[in-house]
């Protein structure tokens, strides 16, 4: 759908994945103003299909939208746009257990302007893929902590899904990857002390019965499983706090583990730091493994949702 003058995200239509135009002189391709979010459907094992908080990846584009001074569509019509992607994808959504339909609504400004400001026309679009497990056959995580680079900076943009988040990850990640690891684990840009985030997921570490997971700084993204496994935490019974996490203070943990939309829960079976490596214990009788199997039965439907959390999808 676009937005120009007024027109407002009105006239959105469903069309086969293809290229889109866009402005050389856009200012998404000129100057970063873009946002995306994503999530997935899921095919219950009664043949429903299942969103996840939708309404939650569309206050963050709205929120993330205000910080780029870009329009952002409604809650009502990013829901509506996800609902009506999946609907005519339906055939591409996998069967219970074997994976989801991930769905990628962006918005991104898509008028000329050679100076920096903001656009005066947009874009929001969503499509899909099917996806399977997001680190194919890896059932753990081997984190790098990176100590050079970093993601985001104070009253920057890293607490939203920005686009321009991401560039700066990828030298990091590649670099990491080629030396084995699966991921690099983030570090704050004024200490270097504090964990943050890794590429695309947030993390948590337990120690004893308290789960603790970086406080929201204004330079992590604050991620809809992250909120979610911190509820089904204390619903548990275990004590879930949100702080400043030192670097040191993980190495000592019983176990760490990732969220997000794509790696779900999954367990960090150890971190490097400047040549050392810490191991975590991961597996079966694991705190990480019981939140995930809490937070999956919820989203494809084997566990009742008490919550409200599932939206569900009807033609
Ligand atoms: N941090 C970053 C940088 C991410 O890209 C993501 C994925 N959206 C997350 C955390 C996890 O967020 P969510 O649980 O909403 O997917």
Redesign the pocket.
Known sequence: AQSKEGLNFAQGTLTPFRNIELSPCSTVLQYGQGLF???KAYRTADDRILLFRPE??AL?MKKGADRMCMQAPSVEQFVDAVKQTVLANKRWIPPPGKGALYLRPMLMGSSSHLGVQAATEYIFLVFASPVGSYHKGEATLNLLVENKFH?AIPSGT?DI?AVV??SP?VKPLAQAKAKGFSDVLFLDSVTGKYIE??????IFMLKGNVISTPATNGN?????????IIELAKNSGYKAEERAIPVDDVFDADEVFC?????VVTPVSSITYQDKRYEYKTGKDTVSQQLRAALTGIQTGSIEDKKGWTVEIRS
């Open positions: 979010e994503g999530l939650e990846n963050r993601r890293g899904k988040n991401y990850t985030e890794v590429s695309a997921c947030n992590i993204l604050s991620g809809i499983t992250r909120k979610s969220t997000g939309t794509g790696v």
